[in-house]
């Protein structure tokens, strides 16, 4: 038993980039303190939650100082989000910094921020899981934004346009990539 406990662990360890199943819909979402900037060009500062139960229209919860829900903000009436808190596996960021992209009017998450091109993930998750990412990826590269909607086609697509700027390995994960363009693995 001892030895089979122990080949578990070895091999949990030696793939930590591995995302477990984790269903989003169990997430426990904290308050943030951070801002909003909306599409009309208002800047609201304060504590934010994500109201994931509240599908379809996917609101942020403003509190008042007083710890109190003040108020809903609608994710089509958000331009960016700034959250203090960050995933330190990913970014070395001490905030996270999100988007509403188009007209399918959902958050996207920036996991890289260099001067070339940035990507973003749908996953709203400012510290409550460390080390996800979704399969459901934008690239911004010149102004555009390019859709990819799995961890294949992101990484085809930075092998195709962005090669140079990554070391690759047989397996490399999303995270890996991530952390690389971050600055946090040497490459």
Same mark, same amino acid.
């Given at each position: 038993?001892?030895?089979?406990?122990?080949?578990?662990?070895?091999?949990?360890?030696?793939?930590?980039?591995?995302?477990?199943?984790?269903?989003?819909?169990?997430?426990?979402?904290?308050?943030?303190?951070? /801002?909003?900037?909306?599409? =009309?060009?208002?800047? &609201?500062? *304060?504590?934010?939650?994500?109201? +994931?139960?509240?599908?379809?229209?996917?609101?942020?919860?403003?509190?008042?100082?007083?710890?109190?829900?003040?108020?809903?903000?609608?994710?089509?009436?958000?331009?960016?989000?700034?959250?203090?808190?960050?995933?330190?596996?990913?970014?070395?960021?001490?905030?996270?910094?999100?988007?509403?992209?188009?007209?399918?009017?959902?958050?996207?998450?920036?996991?890289?921020?260099?001067?070339?091109?940035?990507? /973003?993930?749908?996953?709203? =998750?400012?510290?409550? &899981?460390? *080390?996800?990412?979704?399969?459901? +990826?934008?690239?911004?590269?010149?102004?555009?934004?390019?859709?990819?909607?799995?961890?294949?086609?992101?990484?085809?697509?930075?092998?195709?346009?962005?090669?140079?700027?990554?070391?690759?390995?047989?397996?490399?994960?999303?995270?890996?990539?991530?952390?690389?363009?971050?600055?946090?693995?040497?490459?």
């Amino acid at each position: 038993m001892k030895i089979i406990i122990i080949i578990l662990l070895f091999f949990s360890a030696s793939n930590i980039t591995a995302q477990p199943f984790i269903n989003i819909h169990d997430l426990n979402y904290q308050k943030h303190a951070g /801002y909003i900037e909306l599409n =009309n060009g208002e800047k &609201i500062n *304060g504590d934010f939650e994500y109201a +994931f139960w509240e599908f379809p229209t996917y609101n942020l919860r403003y509190y008042s100082p007083n710890g109190k829900m003040a108020e809903r903000y609608s994710v089509k009436n958000i331009k960016k989000v700034v959250l203090s808190g960050g995933d330190g596996w990913l970014s070395p960021k001490d905030s996270t910094y999100f988007i509403v992209h188009d007209k399918s009017r959902h958050f996207y998450r920036q996991l890289t921020f260099g001067k070339d091109f940035q990507i /973003y993930d749908g996953f709203f =998750n400012v510290d409550e &899981i460390v *080390g996800m990412v979704t399969n459901y +990826f934008l690239v911004k590269k010149a102004g555009s934004f390019i859709k990819l909607n799995s961890a294949e086609k992101l990484i085809k697509w930075l092998k195709e346009n962005e090669a140079r700027k990554i070391k690759w390995h047989y397996g490399i994960t999303v995270q890996q990539i991530i952390r690389q363009l971050n600055g946090m693995d040497k490459i």
